[in-house]
């Protein structure tokens, strides 16, 4: 049973980098079919997904436009796990931040979520 | 990006009633549309995917039809632990995307 433990700290300054690890057990970041995602929520935009890593034979990454200048996801595989970097937040980047697992080409639902992280972001 | 408009926002429903929920896509995405319940303070979780296939472990009063842009999830006999927010996703092409999301009351 695949499982997903997410780390990282609640409060982020602003203008600062948000930075958040997920942690996976009973599968392998570097699966040749899942794929590892980040999504946001919050009251006011609701769920938005904001990017993913996933390996193909090399690492492959997709980042939502609306963060595509300030978000880094990667994997290491040495600890079977993946992060999220956030650079720049402000005030909206304030939300519950889940890592979630995919099945890539076919099973391309998310079966699998972390328990999720509030981030807020204040000086 | 594709958009996803659910309705209604909010249903108050009593136990054993039929809840129907619908999903409206912005443009056709076959059937690559997933349904997920969320309980106030835990993480979403899946309940039918492609539109029409239980998750395993789902209840069997949980079920979803359509395809092209018009989707439904029902859920038959209400429980009261049905009580939450269920949204659909679209995997379509990304980004992938969300609805805003239904909440259902249990009176």
């Known amino acids: 049973q695949v499982q997903l433990q997410q780390s990282g700290p609640g409060l982020v300054e602003p203008s600062q980098t948000l930075s958040l690890t997920c942690d996976i057990s009973g599968d392998s970041v570097s699966s040749n079919s899942a794929a590892w995602n980040w999504i946001r929520q919050s009251p006011s935009r609701g769920l938005e997904w904001l990017g993913r890593?996933?390996?193909?034979?090399?690492?492959?990454?997709d980042y939502a436009v609306f963060v595509k200048s300030r978000i880094t996801i990667n994997p290491d595989t040495s600890k079977n796990q993946f992060s999220l970097q956030l650079n720049s937040v402000t005030p909206e980047d304030t939300a519950v931040y889940y890592c979630?697992?995919?099945?890539?080409?076919?099973?391309?639902?998310?079966?699998?979520w972390g328990q999720g992280t509030l981030v807020t972001v204040s000086s | 990006d594709i958009v996803l408009t659910q309705s209604p926002d909010f249903r108050s429903v009593t136990p054993k009633e039929k809840v129907t929920i619908t999903c409206r896509a912005s443009?056709?995405?076959?059937?690559?549309l997933h349904w997920y319940q969320q309980k106030p303070d835990q993480s979403p979780t899946l309940l039918i995917k492609?539109?029409?296939q239980s998750f395993s472990g789902v209840p069997s009063r949980f079920s979803g039809s359509g395809s092209g842009t018009d989707f439904t999830l029902t859920i038959n006999s209400l429980e009261a632990e049905d009580a939450a927010t269920y949204y659909c996703h679209q995997s379509s092409t990304l980004p992938w995307t969300f609805g805003q999301g239904t909440k259902v009351e249990i009176k």
């Open positions: 890593t996933y390996y193909r034979s090399k690492w492959y990454n």
């Open positions: 492609y539109a029409s």
């Open positions: 443009q056709s995405i076959g059937s690559s």
């Open positions: 979630a697992r995919d099945g890539g080409v076919g099973a391309l639902y998310f079966d699998c």
